[in-house]
T-cell receptor
Framework: GIQVEQSPPDLILQEGANSTLRCNFS?????LQWFHQNPWGQLINLFY???GTKQNGRLSATTVATERYSLLYISSSQTTDSGVYFC???????????FGKGTKLSVIP | SAVISQKPSRDICQRGTSLTIQCQVD?????MFWYRQQPGQSLTLIAT?????????ESGFVIDKFPISRPNLTFSTLTVSNMSPEDSSIYLC???????????FGQGTRLTVV
């Protein structure tokens, strides 16, 4: 099946800083999503982005499908951005998601 | 998009017992899935819940341990049977319409087995 790798595994930021999270995937995908898991365990949809670029407020994401990677940008980080960010994808013809191991982000005041 | 309600949100159970988790979607969806997240780990797919037929299980998961029902296009249950402390995890329900908005998740069930 498809392999998903995320980097970095851990990231500590000062409030107000910017960051870039990376997701590499091993094969062609028909689905690529970014999620934020809050401290209570809830998984929040950030982006559905199998290709192209999207922006939502301080967050944006870009997927370059031909080069098999996706980037999540967080600008002007806030303490509420803390948590684990997951990238997940599914291969062609499939809707079952394979998750990366996540990036644990800690934003300190 | 779809709104997914999952219950219970958390439970503490005795070893050897079973717990059934319910997942309700606010609209008809093509696909429903169950995932497990062990402490400090990522999410792993348990099975695809098929409407009107037996679920499709991933390697390492079996029907006797994780029986799944899906009687219609908006509802599914996952039972964790004969629980042991190793079953302590967050269990998440997911749904997808197959449309261009991806998969959505319930708020999860945090299970602790003592």
């Amino acid at each position: 099946g498809i392999q998903v790798e995320q980097s970095p595994p851990d990231l500590i930021l000062q409030e107000g800083a910017n960051s870039t999270l990376r997701c590499n995937f091993s094969d062609s995908v028909n689905n690529l999503q970014w999620f934020h898991q809050n401290p209570w365990g809830q998984l929040i949809n950030l982006f559905y982005i199998p290709s192209g670029t999207k922006q939502n407020g301080r967050l944006s994401a870009t997927t370059v499908a031909t080069e098999r990677y996706s980037l999540l940008y967080i600008s002007s980080s806030q303490t509420t951005d803390s948590g684990v960010y997951f990238c997940a994808s599914s291969g062609a013809g499939s809707y079952q998601l394979t998750f990366g191991k996540g990036t644990k982000l800690s934003v300190i005041p | 998009s779809a709104v997914i309600s999952q219950k219970p949100s958390r439970d503490i159970c005795q070893r050897g017992t079973s717990l059934t988790i319910q997942c309700q979607v606010d609209s008809q969806v093509t696909m429903m899935f169950w995932y497990r997240q062990q402490p400090g780990q990522s999410l792993t797919l348990i099975a695809t819940a098929n409407q009107g037929s037996e679920a499709t299980y991933e390697s390492g998961f079996v029907i006797d341990k994780f029986p799944i029902s899906r009687p219609n296009l908006t509802f599914s249950t996952l039972t964790v049977s004969n629980m042991s402390p190793e079953d302590s995890s967050i269990y998440l329900c997911s749904a997808s319409t197959g449309a261009l908005d991806g998969a959505f998740f319930g708020q999860g069930t945090r299970l602790t087995v003592v």
